[in-house]
């Protein structure tokens, strides 16, 4: 049983719940507030792929951006009002939507691939944002492409241990034409896999004609600097299928300099030329004749930890539909702000507010530990989130367990995942295991030199004082090198601690001393409120939020069995610009408590406000 179009004259809460046919006992909830339009009237959808969708508008009277209530959950429908759909859905495993992937054999995508999709979970559509949780669908592994011809592709995996959850909401001051999709995966699955390129971040399958990819990769980020041109399709001036960016968003542009535009936390970033894979271009008009695939990427390992149950991660887009000069306007309201000082010994027992993006990664007797990793020759990094620094002294507490390899501290990333994604960005200043210490950058040694009375397998406290784009290195507080960078590209940016993939590293001590920087924090949420839906679908949640000119987002965290005791302590249920979020992801008989977190772009949180002990209730 499937939706079907709705009055629009007669919008109103529907509620229904259905089972799957004969496959399934998935039962699902979809409470809408707007239309459902089926697909027949949308096009796009690929000659033998599975046609009984459902599609759901969200519409500012700007732009129109569609989510598919079937298959995952993802972006389907991105266009002006009265225009042309630049989402391809030729390709169940690409729209705009989110997947894991290792290098071979593995790809969890979010809304499926072929006629299979993926099983939908809660679909839940409100006013102002849509909210979906899917089980992902394990794509045809790459390695079946390597097999002799001919070949039966293997029967697609629901992955049964995995879930992919997507947010949508359209962001104010923008007039009208950006939005905010967010996504969080989730995996307890043992199953292991590579360091890769992951599309977490949402990114985009576009199916109309752009001319170029543009974005910014120079040395002087957010000062209108001119924009780099990564290719221009027409005349097949590439670079590249992998960039990076040091302004951390890029735009997919015509001639007339507009296009789609995304930002993310992400410094990495790659396109594909399509058209070869799909000549005859979509069903649905000329405009889907050319097809590119474009985005962030976010590197990390696949697997858990020690100590943990479950592997997380984060993502999210801010996208812009327009002209490409005013939407990097409105992406300098969202450019990372300098953050204040920083101080981390790991005796709460926990990295909270670092992301491994390698295993095994934890903390034991208040040092963190960093391998050695199972899959090198990956290098290792756990990255600071969502702290951004220029001129400052980092300093750390490091020692080479195994007496292997090389650890270290990495400053003035980028972007804030792993330091090695497209290529080594930001400055890497680390001890080899034979006693040197070295700086590099863009997998360029600037420098390196000897270390004074090293000893292997101890602790020894490496420094680097940073000027613009002079460094000065000591170790053990001895000053040992002084190295600018000719380059002259990372005069800001993020943090890792990082080893090589053979090394077993410990670190302790973690420490960002700055004279400038933001260290208010936004002020708090206001009468954070939690009761029990009306109809008994979920916790409906308000508060009002800050008005502080640097407030980015307010981040609500759910948490069993306790308070949040900070903004990483929970299920962050809710993050955005909205007051008034219904979570319906809960569990009959369960108890909840919900902490709002209000934090601005240097990265610092507001205290908590709080609402605790609230007993989940029966639907209705």
């Not at 390709?91 to 006629?115: C, H, I, Y």
């Not at 680097?464 to 170790?475: A, F, K």
Request: net charge negative; proline share 6%.
């Amino acid at each position: 049983m499937s939706l079907r179009a709705l009055d629009a004259t007669k919008l109103g809460l529907m509620v229904g719940e259905y089972k799957r046919a004969s496959e399934g006992q998935w039962l699902r909830r979809l409470s809408c507030l707007l239309v459902t339009i089926p697909a027949v009237l949308w096009g796009g959808i690929a000659e033998g792929h599975n046609t009984d969708h459902d599609y759901v508008f969200m519409d500012n009277g700007v732009i129109k951006l569609g989510r598919e209530a079937q298959a995952g959950g993802c972006v389907v429908w991105l266009s002006e009002k009265d225009g042309p759909n630049l989402i391809s859905n030729r390709d169940l495993g690409r729209q705009m939507q989110s997947a894991v992937f290792d290098t071979l054999a593995w790809n969890p995508t979010q809304a499926g691939d072929g006629p299979t999709q993926s099983i939908i979970e809660i679909f839940d559509v409100r006013e102002d944002y849509i909210y979906s949780k899917c089980i992902p669908l394990h794509y045809v592994p790459l390695t079946w492409y390597l097999q002799p011809e001919p070949r039966t592709a293997p029967e697609p995996r629901v992955c049964e241990k995995q879930r992919i959850h997507m947010w949508s909401e359209f962001l104010p001051e923008s007039e009208g034409r950006a939005f905010w999709v967010r996504a969080l995966w989730e995996s307890r699955s043992d199953r292991e896999g590579q360091v890769c390129g992951q599309c977490v971040h949402p990114i985009v399958f576009a199916n109309r004609y752009f001319e170029k990819v543009l974005t910014y990769s120079g040395a002087k980020p957010w000062t209108g600097d001119t924009l780099d041109e990564v290719l221009d399709l027409d005349k097949k001036d590439i670079t590249g299928p992998f960039y990076l960016m040091t302004e951390q968003w890029q735009g997919l542009v015509g001639d007339d300099n507009r296009g789609i535009m995304l930002m993310s936390a992400s410094s990495n970033a790659n396109w594909w030329d399509m058209r070869d894979r799909y000549p005859d271009g979509c069903a649905g008009g000329d405009h889907m004749k050319a097809l590119c695939y474009v985005g962030p990427l976010d590197f990390f390992a696949v697997g858990l930890n020690p100590g943990e149950d479950q592997q997380v991660r984060e993502g999210g887009v801010i996208a812009y539909l327009g002209d490409v000069t005013k939407a990097r306007a409105f992406f300098t309201r969202y450019k990372p702000a300098l953050s204040c000082g920083l101080t981390e010994d790991f005796n709460d027992g926990n990295h909270h507010g670092w992301v491994p993006n390698t295993r095994p990664t934890y903390v034991d007797t208040g040092v963190l530990s960093l391998g050695p990793a199972p899959d090198p020759p990956y290098p290792q990094d756990i990255s600071l989130l969502r702290r951004y620094y220029g001129d400052a002294i980092y300093s750390a507490r490091v020692k080479m367990e195994n007496g292997e390899g090389w650890a270290g501290l990495v400053v003035h990333k980028p972007g804030e995942g792993h330091y090695w994604g497209v290529q080594p960005s930001g400055y890497i200043v680390a001890l080899q295991h034979d006693g040197n210490v070295f700086v590099m950058t863009n997998g360029q040694t600037l420098a390196a030199a000897p270390v004074a009375e090293f000893e292997p397998r101890a602790w020894h406290t490496v420094s680097i004082e940073t000027r613009g784009l002079d460094l000065d290195i000591s170790v053990d507080d001895r000053k040992t090198l002084t190295v600018h960078d000719p380059m002259e590209r990372y005069a800001a940016g993020y943090v890792s601690l990082a080893a090589a993939a053979e090394t077993h590293a410990l670190f302790d001590d973690v420490s960002i001393v700055t004279s400038q920087g933001d260290a208010d924090a936004p002020a708090t949420v206001g009468g954070l409120k939690a009761c029990i839906a009306e109809d008994g679908a979920g916790i409906d949640l308000s508060w009002s939020n800050p008005p502080d000119s640097d407030w980015r987002f307010t981040r609500i965290v759910r948490k069993e069995g306790g308070s949040p005791e900070d903004p990483y302590d929970g299920y962050p249920c809710y993050e955005g610009k909205l007051s008034a979020y219904r979570d319906v992801d809960v569990v009959p008989g369960e108890t909840y408590s919900y902490a709002a977190y209000a934090w601005d772009h240097a990265g610092n949180y507001a205290e908590a406000a709080r609402a605790d002990g609230l007993l989940a209730g029966e639907s209705k």
